[in-house]
């Protein structure tokens, strides 16, 4: 059974920093490239960051970028999001996600996680 469990969320002031994990299990972990997908309260599904399978290559949207680094580890099945310098419009809660491609986007996932909420406010 593939599962992917997203950690490390919670209540967190303007400016500071949160560091989510997603433990993976049931799949080739080392053959996908993964992705941090956010809903804010409300609306869609925003993509924020991709990392490629063997973690050499990565991409952010404009929000995020300079502020987020997205890592894996894959020997340890895990994919990280650092998130530095929070604003309360990063307030949402956080998916991981898996698919074959590497890419920008939210397109195509094979697997999604359940999520975990981040709360940006003094």
């Known amino acids: 059974e593939v599962q992917l469990v997203e950690s490390g969320g919670g209540l967190v002031q303007p400016g500071g920093s949160l560091r989510l994990s997603c433990a993976a299990s049931?799949?080739?972990?080392?053959?996908?490239?993964m992705s941090w997908v956010r809903q804010a309260p409300g609306k869609g599904l925003e993509w924020v960051s991709a990392?490629?399978?063997?973690?050499?290559?990565?991409s952010y949207a404009d929000s995020v970028k300079g502020r987020f680094t997205i890592a894996r580890d894959n020997a340890k099945n895990t994919p990280y999001l650092q998130m530095n310098g929070q604003k309360p419009e990063d307030t949402a809660v956080y998916y991981c996600?898996?698919?074959?491609?590497?890419?920008?986007?939210?397109?195509?996932?094979?697997?999604w996680g359940k999520g975990t909420l981040v709360t940006v406010s003094s």
């Open positions: 049931g799949f080739t972990f080392s053959s996908y490239a």
């Open positions: 990392i490629n399978s063997g973690g050499g290559s990565t």
């Open positions: 996600a898996s698919r074959p491609m590497y890419g920008r986007g939210d397109y195509g996932m094979d697997y």
